[in-house]
């Protein structure tokens, strides 16, 4: 394969690339302004919902840290910390 082929061949993919992520961008720009934080009585995960496009539901966890509250998605794994309501 010559230079310029190979060339030609690394610029197609890095376009495809780039346009793969320019539609994640609008996906999750989509995903977030929908973001809902409750869905009924429970808290949904933003990043599940923005990043994922799947629900996640966060539970609380035990926090030793006064005045946060602490919380994990059973779907991504992820914790979240956010201070109490004073």
Same mark, same amino acid.
């Given at each position: 394969?010559?230079?310029? #082929?190979?060339? #030609? +061949?690394?610029?197609?993919?890095?376009?495809? /690339?780039? /346009?793969?992520? #320019?539609?994640?961008?609008?996906?999750?720009?989509?995903?977030?302004?929908?973001?809902?934080?409750?869905?009924?009585?429970?808290?949904?995960?933003?990043?599940?919902?923005?990043?994922?496009? /799947? /629900?996640?539901?966060?539970?609380?966890? #035990?926090?030793?840290? +006064?005045?946060?509250?602490?919380?994990?998605?059973?779907?991504?794994?992820?914790?979240?910390?956010?201070?109490?309501?004073?």
């Amino acid at each position: 394969m010559s230079l310029e #082929a190979e060339i #030609a +061949k690394v610029v197609e993919e890095i376009d495809r /690339q780039m /346009q793969s992520d #320019a539609r994640f961008a609008a996906d999750v720009r989509s995903r977030r302004e929908s973001f809902e934080a409750t869905d009924g009585s429970n808290y949904q995960c933003p990043h599940c919902w923005i990043v994922r496009d /799947q /629900q996640g539901f966060i539970r609380p966890i #035990a926090s030793d840290t +006064k005045g946060i509250d602490r919380f994990r998605c059973g779907t991504c794994g992820l914790n979240f910390e956010v201070p109490s309501p004073s």
